[in-house]
């Protein structure tokens, strides 16, 4: 998977279940950060979510579960 599809996936999942609009939910997730997978072996990506706690909060709960089951990017 590469870092624009888990940020759609990230967004289609926030708008569905938490509503607002896309844009906000991009603005708030911010770019994801690849690293190397020599560095990085069991998860390559990392975001750094800002703006309301309780944003923040739905966003990081929410981006635990995506590491399980997409540990490994491609850009």
């Not at 996936?9 to 690849?34: E, F, N, Q, T």
């Not at 990506?45 to 990081?60: K, M």
Request: aromatic letters at 4%.
């Amino acid at each position: 998977m590469t870092a624009d599809k888990l940020t759609d996936l990230l967004v289609a999942r926030l708008v569905r279940d938490h509503g607002s609009s896309k844009h906000h939910w991009r603005r708030v997730i911010g770019p994801l950060r690849l690293y190397s997978r020599a560095t990085h072996p069991h998860c390559n990506w990392n975001a750094t979510p800002t703006g309301t706690i309780a944003d923040v909060a739905l966003i990081e709960n929410m981006l635990d579960d995506l590491r399980m089951a997409h540990p490994l990017l491609t850009a």
